[in-house]
């Protein structure tokens, strides 16, 4: 079967630029980067692993709605070259969204974030759950 | 709602991601983590006393990582392990396992009795002071 969930997003999956920032601002702004994330799915829930190096709970928004899963993290500190000797990555926010093709109990999804790792857990509706049919002897 | 939309970009999308898969994730097993590039990617930089080495490592505990310093050489050895779980199945692994280990030069000497490195949110952030013979001196210039 196909996956029943997707990205919206383009398959670069991590340090994708956005290029509205680099044009016409005098002041270089952070860019918005793409997290990785791992997707699970069990027999009672789908679990989502992103990784947000740097954003802590007050900055981290995970919204649910009309199908759409979104995950943004604000990342306060930058890093803007000033006495760099060695620049091997950029920081900026994070920003990713999913569709949710299965029914989830929207209810009931949780998150942690733990040391830069956000761990989603989206139950499923009940009638998503795969049931076991009982066959009777006669 | 039983309604379906077409979403055509949602559909270039799962082509490409297919394409994707096809071409680079073969599914060979590979770590990610130890092909991409240089891992893990680092920022340096400096002011007078110190300089400070910086890496994304999210979901790594202190005790996963090792951290040397030998002369001007800083080494960063750590590894982190997937999650472990019974049955269901992997739709999407993007994120990077196993191990890792980088070294680097480092481009003046440093005191390595006065390294210090901390672990938040999945950001390490090393200290590593110069020694006293490579920190620049002001000299006080007198007037007469």
């Not at chain 1, 049931?131 to 002897?137: D, G, H, K, L, N």
């Not at chain 2, 000497?109 to 672990?119: H, K």
């Not at chain 2, 110069?130 to 006080?140: F, G, L, N, S």
Request: glycine share 8%.
């Amino acid at each position: 079967m196909s996956t029943t969930m997707t990205t919206t997003s383009p398959s670069e999956t991590h340090s994708t630029n956005d290029p509205r920032f680099d044009s016409g601002t005098q002041k270089p702004m952070s860019p918005t980067f793409q997290p990785r994330f791992d997707i699970w799915e069990g027999d009672d829930e789908w679990i989502l692993y992103g990784d947000l190096p740097g954003v802590v709970c007050d900055d981290l928004v995970v919204t649910f709605e009309n199908r759409q899963l979104s995950v943004h993290g604000k990342v306060g500190r930058c890093f803007d070259g000033e006495n760099a000797l060695c620049s091997e990555y950029r920081v900026g926010d994070f920003q990713r969204s999913f569709t949710v093709g299965e029914a989830i109990n929207s209810e009931a999804i949780s998150a942690e974030l733990r040391d830069g790792v956000l761990t989603l857990h989206l139950p499923k509706s009940d009638r998503a759950k795969p049931r076991r049919i009982e066959v009777s002897a006669t | 709602m039983l309604s379906t939309r077409w979403e055509p970009w949602t559909e270039l999308d799962r082509l490409s991601r297919e394409m994707d898969r096809l071409f680079h994730r073969g599914g060979n097993g590979q770590s990610s983590l130890a092909g991409a590039g240089s891992v893990p990617a680092l920022n340096v930089w400096e002011d007078d006393a110190n300089l400070y080495a910086e890496a994304e490592l999210p979901g790594f505990a202190f005790d996963d990582l090792n951290i040397y310093v030998l002369g001007n050489q800083l080494t960063i050895q750590g590894e982190r392990r997937p999650p472990q779980h019974e049955g269901g199945s992997w739709h999407r692994q993007e994120r990077g396992y196993g191990k890792f280990s980088r070294m680097i030069e480092l481009p003046t000497e440093i005191n390595a009795d006065g390294v210090s490195a901390e672990l938040n949110h999945g950001i390490l952030h090393i200290t590593l002071p110069k020694t006293e013979a490579v920190k620049p001196r002001r000299i006080e210039v007198k007037s007469t």
